[in-house]
């Protein structure tokens, strides 16, 4: 039995039949061939696999893509503007703070929700932030540095970074 | 020229970062070709079995499902994989199998594969599969491995010996009888799984009309892959081509060849022409597959009233698991060479015999390979500060070598460095006498506090191939187009480490041009035939330096094009930015180039092609050093430890790109404060993995890490043109050890000498429990 499920992702509205188990995840990633979202551990511990779901940043492989209907997906890929970086994401650049760069979905929009929700976070607030998504080879620190070279930066420019047309 | 690509100094970032960052990456579960094929693979759940017969008939009519395949299908196309070349000397490895056929040899050992539509669909279907073992008795703990009358992991060898080394210097028997003090101690490591955030996978296409097969997998090593592939597969290694895409992390498990890739081959080739896709789950990657090797064995250390080691001495086992893991560079004697560490010891001797059992497959991942006795050394070294209430940096200083270059008494050559200033910085910059004295008074305020040191000196690239036991070369190809545009081909490409940036840098640097009129061309065996592969410390140091040597290379020749064009010899020609100049005359980098590829201006017999291959053989291994200091508490009440202060000091030689090489330094230090509390792969007593998932599985995270402070201290190599060392394990391993000693000193107050790691609240809670319910402190 499949199910019809409409979403916008990245401001692009999509339209597909799902079988009711079928993950936020693998929908994004086979259904939508947006592979930006990755599956580090399918239990919902490494945070590879985070987008925003009508403002919401949470875990794709917790979600049915059923329960998506209806929703505005951000992933990785939707931070990018006219080809150009988020703010985010060219602060962890410039700190050098990937590696591998597998953990990015998770590290990218886990950052920038620490961000929107508080500008000015403190090191150990960072961190906590972070609890969700591993990263195997930076040690977070540069993470950690990169969002708090964000922390001065005013909100509306992380926000309007991703989703100027909203 | 200072429009030109400088070869070190300031970092301009990873070249691959804009594409990782956006979410542009290409990772091996990234890949669909069409028509792709999924392959779910049924495993064993004994650790130890015969396997009386698998049922196949209800799985292959599961919807979706286009073929369930054993070890008998198999047959026709593939047979195990073997070691190919000279086995190191005193080594056995049995062939392994790509799906196991009479017998299985540790839980997790693949038995079967379902091949459907979807990964989905092979799931299903594989439930509908009827696997009939029959429990043998196995062996689980390594020591009762030697014993007589044990059955044999592999019968045909009539013993479960994998290997053997011994590596000695000096008369350890003499050095423990002059001594004033002879310590003993049992020390041990678990077999962990390193943990990758990507796990394995791999992608297969066969190609009859062509009669090729091409692979794409998630490999530290496509050109041993393939070499490996083509021999299983009956190919010739010219018809198998191996990609690598971008790798997720690897840390030592995504080596050599595995029975997975072998597997997907060998389907691929059935299926033809749809390709075929395996990618591995968490639970496949913590609990079957190559591990870290566990390790355990007696430490012995001779020493005088004084403080100075006369002998040192460590026998032990180490544990292979059901499989010698078949990889390039395997070389376990070179850890024996580094017993001594960084200390001048007149005597030494380290022996290992390492045992097959019925647990998966291990190899060397972080300690567990080179720098798996500088783990040892530094235990030592605190026991003997323990023995004679010496500060634990006192009694390191007392033995150090005082001056580089030198040699230990078990022949390890270092050719630079100075252990001393190493030393000097990190109680300098960590402020060591202050930590002492704050450790002592919260003692007395009942606080477990501990501080611990370790200087860990580890291998970068390994060479000469001659005592390595397997290749030690790379090779690079430097290509220019007519337009001038550069490209670097070469076996030892990255896996994660950001290595393509710093080899665009080396041949722009070379060639005298910008590093973005660089670009290093993706691992792929058929553009470079040859390599060996990115693993270990030897990526920049080895592979930079072919990239060095061709890159040079080509620019004589260019310059040679530019004599004939100005009408000069060469050595009248010089660069002036990119362009070729000899007096007033001047020709431009971009119109050499095209007019070289034009063959109108070439010397005749000169090829117009511009291209060079170097192959650069390290003369000897460098030595990256690492100094790490590190403070914990322990919460007495949970037994929780927590890292509060790091320190490092490293000298990896030169470091062309140090923003680089601190994002590793601070991943090597949080993975080796992460192998002394968290990190171990129990199995209960049947042979059956504890750890599936991340739940079980602890990790390193961003609140369970302090800031780190790392500075540098570079002295460059003469080993390599690049004057780099490598990083290897060297930082992972001097976290790791360094905060197992600041555990122990934690502790020692209550009487303890020394703990295992992990140090996992659980072990921590019990020491603390045990001692004090004694009357301890
Ligand atoms: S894949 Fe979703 S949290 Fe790991
Ligand atoms: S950069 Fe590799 S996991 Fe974060």
Not at chain 1, 8 to 30: I, P
Not at chain 2, 75 to 94: K, M, Q, S, Y
Not at chain 2, 645 to 668: H, I, K, S, T, Y
């Amino acid at each position: 039995m499949k199910y019809p499920v409409a979403v916008s992702v990245n401001g692009r509205a999509y339209r597909r039949e799902v079988e009711a188990r079928t993950l936020l995840v693998d929908f994004l990633r086979d259904h939508l061939g947006l592979f930006g979202t990755h599956v580090g551990c399918e239990t919902s511990q490494c945070g590879a696999c985070l987008v925003t779901l009508d403002g919401l940043t949470l875990k794709a492989c917790t979600r049915l893509a059923v329960q998506a209907d209806g929703a505005q997906v951000t992933t990785l890929e939707g931070l990018l503007v006219d080809g150009n970086l988020h703010p985010v994401q060219s602060a962890l650049l410039k700190e050098c703070a990937l590696t591998c760069g597998f953990c990015a979905s998770g590290v990218v929009l886990a950052a920038k929700e620490c961000l929107e929700r508080k500008p000015v976070a403190g090191e150990d607030e960072v961190r906590r932030s972070l609890e969700g998504v591993f990263c195997r080879c930076t040690g977070y620190q540069p993470i950690v540095d990169a969002v708090r070279s964000l922390a001065a930066a005013p909100v509306r420019d992380l926000r309007d970074g991703a989703t100027a047309e909203l | 020229m200072s429009t030109n690509a400088r070869i070190e100094g300031e970092s301009t970032g990873l070249e691959e970062g804009p594409r990782l960052v956006s979410g542009c990456g290409l990772f091996i579960a990234d890949l669909r070709p069409p028509e792709v094929l999924h392959v779910h693979l049924v495993r064993s759940l004994e650790a130890h079995a015969r396997i009386r017969s698998i049922e196949t008939p209800a799985a292959s009519a599961s919807p979706g499902v286009v073929g369930v395949f054993t070890h008998t299908e198999l047959a026709f196309v593939c047979d195990p994989l073997e070691w190919i070349g000279p086995l190191p000397p005193n080594t056995r490895c049995p062939p392994r199998p790509a799906l196991a056929q009479w017998e299985a040899r540790f839980a997790g050992e693949p038995l079967a594969a379902v091949v459907a539509e979807s990964v989905a669909e092979a799931r299903k279907a594989a439930e509908g599969l009827e696997v009939n073992l029959e429990p043998l008795p196995g062996i689980l703990e390594p020591e009762s491995a030697l014993l007589q009358r044990v059955p044999c992991v592999h019968v045909s060898l009539g013993g479960n010996v994998a290997y053997q080394f011994v590596v000695s210097g000096g008369d350890t028997e003499e050095g423990f009888r002059k001594a004033d003090r002879v310590l003993t101690h049992r020390i041990a490591r678990p077999r962990y799984h390193p943990a990758p955030l990507e796990t394995r996978g791999v992608v297969a296409r066969w190609l009859e009309s062509e009669k090729r097969l091409e692979v794409w997998s998630s490999t530290e090593s496509p050109h041993f892959l393939r070499a490996q592939l083509a021999g299983a597969m009956r190919l010739p290694q010219s018809a198998v081509r191996v990609f690598t895409p971008d790798v997720g992390g690897a840390f030592g498990s995504k080596l050599g060849a595995t029975p997975e890739e072998l597997v997907v081959c060998a389907i691929a080739r059935i299926v033809a022409p749809r390709p075929v896709q395996w990618i591995e789950t968490r639970e496949e990657s913590l609990a079957f597959s190559t591990q870290a090797r566990a390790t355990s064995g007696e430490l012995k250390v001779g020493v005088r009233e004084d403080g100075r080691l006369l002998s040192i001495s460590y026998d032990g086992i180490d544990d292979v698991g059901a499989y010698l893991p078949i990889v390039p560079g395997h070389n376990p004697s070179a850890e024996g060479t580094l017993l001594c560490g960084a200390y001048q010891i007149p005597a030494a001797r380290m022996a290992v015999t390492a045992v097959f059992t019925n647990n998966p497959p291990a190899t060397s991942c972080h300690g567990a390979g080179a720098c798996g006795a500088g783990y040892i050394i530094e235990r030592a070294m605190d026991l003997v500060a323990a023995a004679l209430e010496l500060d634990c940096v006192e009694v390191r200083r007392l033995n150090l070598f005082r001056e580089l270059p030198a040699t230990t008494v078990t022949r390890a050559r270092y050719d630079s460095g100075d252990f001393s200033r190493l030393v000097d910085r990190a109680v300098e910059r960590s402020q060591y006498a202050v930590l002492r004295h704050e450790t002592s008074s919260r003692r007395r305020k009942g606080e477990l506090v501990g501080l611990g040191v370790a200087l860990l000196v580890g291998i970068g690239a390994q060479g000469p191939s001659r005592e390595t036991g397997g290749p030690a070369w790379e090779a690079a190809t430097v290509h220019v187009s007519a337009d001038g545009s550069a490209e670097v081909f070469t076996g030892g490409l990255a896996c994660g480490e950001g290595h393509e940036t710093v080899l665009a840098r080396i041949a722009a640097h070379a060639l005298g041009v910008k590093a973005d009129a660089v670009r290093v061309g993706r691992a792929d065996t058929q553009t470079m035939r040859a390599g060996v592969g990115s693993f270990g410390g030897r990526s920049i140091a080895t592979t930079g330096s072919a990239v060095l040597g061709a890159a040079r290379a080509l620019e004589r020749r260019l310059r040679g094009v530019a004599a004939g064009i100005l009408c000069t010899s060469v050595e009248y020609v010089d660069r002036d930015g990119a362009d070729f100049v000899s007096g007033s005359r001047r020709v431009s980098y971009r119109d050499l180039c095209l007019l070289a590829h034009g063959a109108s201006q070439l010397e005749p017999g000169s090829s117009p092609l511009l291209e060079e291959t170097f192959v650069f053989e390290p003369q000897g291994s460098t030595h990256p050093i690492s100094i790490h200091v590190a403070q914990v508490v322990i919460d007495s009440e949970t037994g929780e430890v927590s890292v509060e202060r790091c320190c490092n000091v490293r000298d990896l030689g030169r470091e062309l790109d140090p923003a680089l090489v601190e994002a590793q330094v601070r991943g090597g230090i949080a993975l080796g404060i992460e192998l002394a509390l968290l990190a171990g792969s129990p199995r209960g007593d049947d042979g059956q993995p504890l750890q599936r998932t991340f739940m079980e599985r602890p990790v390193s995270r961003a609140q369970g890490v302090p800031r780190f402070d790392i500075s540098s201290l570079p002295t460059p190599t003469t080993l390599n043109p690049l004057g780099a060392k490598g990083l290897g394990d060297t930082v992972t391993m001097a976290a790791f050890a360094s905060v197992m000693n600041a555990v122990v000193d934690a502790l020692r107050p209550l009487g303890v000498l020394h703990v295992d790691p992990p140090a996992t609240p659980e072990k921590i809670w019990r020491i603390v429990r045990s001692c004090r319910g004694t009357g301890g402190a």
